[in-house]
């Protein structure tokens, strides 16, 4: 898969991405949205990473800044990556494989 280039191609992979069985494909980001449920005391601050990704995926046009959107996109999910560790909920290999596009330059 090519790097991103451009803020759709950043809401494309956020919004596109799946993990693949044999059985069915699962969207990699509802599963990482489900997980805030599982957090204790930090399911709120998990909730607002996830309802600030939505925001500025979601609010990204061809026109948006892409270094802004993947700056943000970066340091949330490196924010959630943490929360997960934190809680022994994180699935390594998930988010190297949703964040590795977007922390590319």
Request: proline share 3%; with cysteine.
């Amino acid at each position: 898969m090519p790097w991103p280039t451009s803020s759709f191609q950043l809401q494309q992979i956020v919004f596109t991405h799946a993990f693949s069985s044999s059985q069915h494909s699962i969207n990699t980001f509802q599963v990482l949205s489900n997980e805030s449920s599982h957090l204790g005391a930090d399911e709120t601050v998990y909730a607002s990473a996830v309802t600030r990704i939505l925001d500025a995926v979601g609010s990204a046009t061809k026109s948006s800044d892409f270094d802004i959107l993947q700056s943000t996109l970066s340091i949330t999910l490196v924010q959630m990556a943490y929360l997960l560790q934190t809680h022994k909920r994180v699935n390594g290999h998930a988010f190297c494989v949703l964040l590795r596009p977007a922390l590319t330059v």
